[in-house]
């Protein structure tokens, strides 16, 4: 674990204000990368001013975004991952990228807002979240003046392969344009989501990665030289992951015998005991049947006892600590648990 003074992505709200406050009449460009390590960042970013950012636990996009973007923990906007019970209440479950109930989370300012109090044009290219459209992407983008139409890893909203060139150059084109459209009418905070994760969920760390954080840190470079403030951070990593189709019929058939729905994302999932008396018994014959990579936590122990982030996760916590558990078919690599690749993640500043 870090030292106390290592920053978690909650902070970033308070860092960037910081930086907005300091530059004040210069442009702001944030790049915001999903889904980047730190190590890697770092070998990609020699110019960059780089600190250790840590995510917020689960390491999944939905809660690290929105906690990166407020200011606020998991436990107090209530994201606590992808798949979890309604607002409401009950027994349904959402898909929160895909939920558009008025009751996701309280309202609360963002970068954006703070950016408007500093008098800033608030520019979010959306880029790879343009077909995201949901609850949860109007609390990230609250008072954001959106700005569509580029796309870097993905084609709408699925994952569209480039060249690593391409990929830069998309960026740069999207931040140049945004710029000089609205750049004249005084300061930006210009904000770009690229969703690097898609290729890494398929590809891993590889040199299109590499490739592509280098020519990122390069532009960040050229853009400092016109008096441009840049900043690179990303909400968590990913770390090796392969689907077990044994695990996942092993769990199928301990969901009917036992009774229990999953909720949750990647490498951590949450389940919904049918008769929640029993989940000490339903723990325990968990522990007994799956591996020792896996491991089985009381809800308590990760989410904040009586927050409404509690209130919509499962009482039993499943936890990948190894490779083999549950992702998609074609994921080598993924996210979710408590591993230092998914937890630890850069924040760059070129100035
Ligand atoms: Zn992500």
Redesign the pocket.
Known sequence: MGSPATPSVTDFRRLLDGLMAEHAGQHVVVLAL??VTFDVARACWPSGDLRLMRAVTPT??SA??LSALTGRTVADHAVPGVVFTAPSGGPRLINVLDYHGDDLTAAAGTVFSDAARHGRVPLAVLGDMEHYGSAWRDALLTDALRVPGHSFYTEHGTYHPRPSGDVGARVRTAIEETLARHGTRGPCLLWCYV?V?QHVHRHGYDTHTTEVLTALGEFADTLTRRGVVVVAHA??GLVPTVHDPALAGLLDGMGQSHGFTMGGAGRMRWLYPDHPAQRAELSASLRAALPDDIRVLPADQVFAAGSAARSRVGDVLLVAEGERFLTESDYRFD?GSFAAEETDTPFAVWR
């Open positions: 999903d889904g999944t996009s690290c975004w969703e994760d909400d968590h996210h």
